[in-house]
């Protein structure tokens, strides 16, 4: 991404297969979907959520990460410096060398085969030690047993239940609730961002109910199945969090 589009701090982490994950306020900022009134700056967030929503990706605003993919729909929107130089180079030279060649390569890598052979073997090698990392984390992913009384008939079960169920140290049902915020992966209100439902890792449901005045109100809440606890239980290992029991094997 660095070679076709940079935008100085911009908060973001590596998902699975290693899907960049970017924070949309600091990219709505950096591709220049801002206004300014008043001495202040503010970002036009009806318009990115308006081409969001053209993409057919839903977003909650400021607090939400977006892929890698998406944020280069994004950049072509943009009306700043950056932005256009980034759409004039995938009009200009990206597209056009795709549509001759197959591929996009810069014009030193083109005119020197010796270079191009040394950046192919390179990518290989990279792309082989990935595919063994990827197998050996898979190999390594714990796998979660669920009681009938826990999971339920749907298979899932509450962010509760599974704080219960992984049983790390100090994590109980409000610090997980934080500490999925902080990694981007449930917004403010404790709803997931739609990617990891896309993931299979969370689903919401809903809940109605009569409040005294005869109203019907609704409840939604987040609930999360059996893949999702295997992905909150690496999170955990991975930010150091003691295991002390539960149904690991």
Partial sequence: MNELITIEKVRGFIGENGII?????????????????????????????????DFGFATSGEND??????????????????????????????????????????????????????????????????QELEKKIEEQQPKVEFYNDVTGSDTTAEIGTVAKVLNFKSVGRNTLFDILRRQGI?????????????????????SKWNAPNGDVKVNYKTVVYQKGIEYISKILRDLGYEKVGGMLN
């Avoid at 924070?23 to 950096?30: I, K, Q």
């Avoid at 990460?65 to 950056?82: Q, R, S, T, V």
């Avoid at 030279?93 to 191009?116: F, H, Q, S, V």
């Avoid at 404790?190 to 809903?206: A, I, L, S």
């Fill in 21 to 53: 994950f970017l924070n949309l306020e600091d990219v709505a900022r950096g591709l220049g979907f801002v206004d300014v009134k008043n001495e202040i700056e503010y970002i036009r967030w009806n318009r990115v959520e308006k081409y969001l929503k």
């Fill in 65 to 130: 990460f977006i892929p890698e993919n998406i944020f280069y729909l994004l950049a072509m929107k943009g009306k700043n410096e950056i932005a256009k130089n980034f759409q004039l180079k995938v009009a200009n030279k990206i597209l056009p060398a795709i549509r001759k060649t197959g591929m996009y390569a810069t014009e030193e890598l083109l005119n020197n085969p010796d270079l191009a052979i040394q950046a192919f073997m390179k990518l290989k090698e990279e792309m082989i030690r990935r």
């Fill in 186 to 206: 449930l917004q403010r209100d404790n709803m997931p961002f739609q990617t990891y439902v896309d993931r299979g890792y969370f689903r919401v449901v809903e």
